[in-house]
């Protein structure tokens, strides 16, 4: 059954993705609630997946991960892709997995802590069963990077399937 964002929750998860560790009093001031009724708001938005979870984000430069990479692997027909998609999951230095259209069928965000630690990463990549090729691209500067999105009220969701 689909669900309607209305403004308090859209103002909840707003405040929620700037700051997540902000408290449910503090919330509960910003959108003129009680803190009974912003935790049952927030209990709602987080039993429906609109909140998936919560995190801590991290300064990958200070724990000397300085390499940033997009990586392109083209994985030769479909019956391989589970098999890459689970190995490729489990690697640390694999922040992202995106399946894709375009040259290549999956990208996948890497940080790593050097050229050794990047080219070890590649060589188990294009080792996989199905994998024909990889191509990448390291990031020089990063101007903006955010797991944020926008939130509109009005918008229909639906639950999380079971």
Known sequence: MPHQIDEIDAQILRLLQREGRMNRSTVAEHVNLSVSAVSERMRKLEDRGVIASYHAVVDAKRL????????????DGSEHYPNFIETVSGMEEVLELHSITGDGSHVLKIRT???TTLERLLSDLQALPGVSGTSTSIVLSTFKETRT???????LYEERSA
Request: no cysteine; net charge neutral.
């Open 113 to 115: 802590r050097n050229t």
């Open 64 to 75: 000397h991960l300085d390499i940033t990479g997009f990586i392109r692997v083209s994985v």
């Open 149 to 155: 999105v926008p939130v509109t009220p009005g918008e």
